[in-house]
């Protein structure tokens, strides 16, 4: 049989509405939280990233925050759009030339 | 912009065979990155190289799976010999920055 997979959390909302997704991150020595998006059968894309001496950036319909007391990050998208379907991850890293350190993912389903 | 370019974009291979990936980066990038993807673990860094210098490798699984650069524009993943555990989406993404990636399509890799 098949293996038991990560059961992405899924946020279902209204098109036209905004969305929110939570990530909770682990390292505090992450210097840079950036969140990608996924559509089906693509790589991972580049949203928007923050700094860790920032606590909200914006970009064209997303905002992303950051709460470093309780090592929390959030990604609004403004007026949901069908073309915002897609599993979104948070990732974290040391910044310079290091690798990402991922998140399990939320998938986002826009209902017509 | 081509963006990044993996082949192929399918393998399937039985147990035992060797099996090697391939990666070209966006030009004038000068890190790059191999991740993998599964269900059951996510997104995963497995190595990184800067300046074609491999600078981390301890995301790499086991001995069986190697990588190389031997010049800015080209990468390998080899894995040798391959397990069925090894079928995922093999993704190589380049940057200049760190926290901005720019993903290739994939390799999905079907080990039998």
């Known amino acids: 049989g098949e293996s038991v997979g990560l059961h992405l959390p899924t946020l279902s909302v209204q098109e036209g509405d905004n969305s929110i997704i939570n990530c909770a991150y682990s390292?505090?020595?992450?210097?840079?939280f950036i969140w990608y998006k996924q559509e089906s059968g693509k790589g991972p894309q580049f949203i928007i990233d923050?700094?860790?001496?920032?606590d909200k950036r914006q970009g064209q319909r997303v905002t992303v925050l950051l709460n470093k007391t309780v090592k929390h990050l959030s990604l609004q998208i403004a007026a949901t759009q069908p073309g915002d379907s897609a599993v979104y991850f948070c990732?974290?890293?040391?910044?310079?030339?290091?690798?990402?350190?991922f998140g399990k993912g939320t998938h986002l389903i826009i209902q017509p | 912009d081509a963006g990044v370019i993996q082949s192929p974009r399918h393998e399937v291979t039985e147990m035992g065979q060797e099996v090697t990936l391939r990666c070209k980066p966006i030009?004038?990038?000068?890190?790059l990155f191999w991740y993998r993807q599964t269900m059951m673990r996510g997104l995963e860094l497995l190595i990184y190289?800067?300046?074609?210098?491999?600078?981390?490798d301890s995301g790499m699984p086991e001995d069986r799976f190697s990588a190389k650069m031997p010049n800015a524009s080209f990468s390998t993943l080899k894995i040798q010999p391959s397990e069925p555990r090894d079928s995922a989406v093999y993704f190589c993404?380049?940057?200049?920055?760190?926290?901005?990636?720019?993903f290739g399509p994939g390799t999905r890799l079907t080990v039998t």
């Open positions: 993404a380049s940057s200049v920055h760190s926290y901005e990636q720019y």
């Open positions: 390292n505090s020595a992450s210097d840079y």
């Open positions: 923050i700094r860790s001496n920032m």
């Open positions: 990732a974290e890293t040391r910044g310079g030339a290091d690798g990402l350190t």
């Open positions: 030009s004038g990038h000068n890190s």
């Open positions: 190289f800067n300046n074609n210098v491999p600078i981390d």
